[in-house]
């Protein structure tokens, strides 16, 4: 979702390159570990950093689908001395590499790679708890792990960030978004649109969300832009194993995704099996994924207490706009 936004900024980085020639790379071996999980084609980087001693491990699933990992290190930092962070980039996604078939880009598939992922760190750091931090489809993917066969029982908790758990109620909340914000702004033609196309479970596999989507950031429903931030490009840039060619090139990949894996996520009624703690971040603004869908994960998650912290100044990455709350409630939930 975010590959367009993405595209527009090459430019940016080929230019910041030049303006911030002075800067050195960070050691990438720094603190802790750096080892690959190979697995039905792909060559995943998995970095662990931080503070290994403290036998807490946070593993972050990001967002995308084919987003990055490191690169959110500038803003998941502040989490390194309290405890070990565990950044993973998915298949096609980030600097994974390797000969994978597209058919695997499913969501089965991501939760299998997630089980062998939190298997390796499980193995190679026996006496650590890991935590899964999930943003946005890490959440997605989060909620497929966690209810599949006995995979919770691998983990100590979860936080989900501004992310679902059906696409049918994730596209109710964005339209309803719409339809709210439309009328504030008065965009008459924007309500008209939504008002005309509901989304209905008969509909979902040829729902044109595209477009809604677009009508909704038009709207605001996300407008901070991470390249805004010159010490996250430079990061990006010279601090991350990632390469902006290498980051723009797995969009494609993803179009089967979106046209038809997509429409297939519900995990509705298996929420109700969740039993680890779960606590839910969320950026109040946000419009990519609504607070309503917060509201409704917390109510579907009968056999836990679930927690639900606001960031009332967000909107789909509350770590980027109160980085340090951000960072503190996820030491709160940890600890």
Known sequence: ???????????????????????????????????????????????????????????????????????????????????????WDQRIAGSSSGKVDLKTLNYEQFGEDAYYTVKLLKERYPNAKIYLLAHSFGVELAWQFLTTGDNQKMVSGLMAVNGTFSTYRWLVQVREWVLREARKQNKPEVEKYAAENPVTRENLSTYQWEKLYRHMMDLGGNPVSLYDDKAFVVNYVFATPNTALGQFTHGKAYEQYGKVEMQKFEKSALLRNIRIPVALFWGVKDGVVPVGIAHETRDLLTATSASLVTFDASWHEPFVSETDRFIAEVLRFVR
């Open 1 to 87: 979702m975010k590959s367009l936004r993405r595209l527009l900024h090459i430019c940016l980085f080929t230019s910041l390159v030049t303006l911030f020639f002075s800067c050195e790379k960070e050691d990438l071996t720094e603190v802790g570990q750096t080892f690959h999980l190979r697995h039905k084609g792909a060559d995943m980087p998995i970095w662990v950093r931080g503070n290994l001693s403290s036998n807490k491990i946070v593993l972050y699933l990001h967002g995308g689908p084919g987003d990055c990992a490191m690169c959110y290190r500038h803003y998941l930092k502040g989490l390194e001395n309290s405890v070990a962070v565990a950044y």
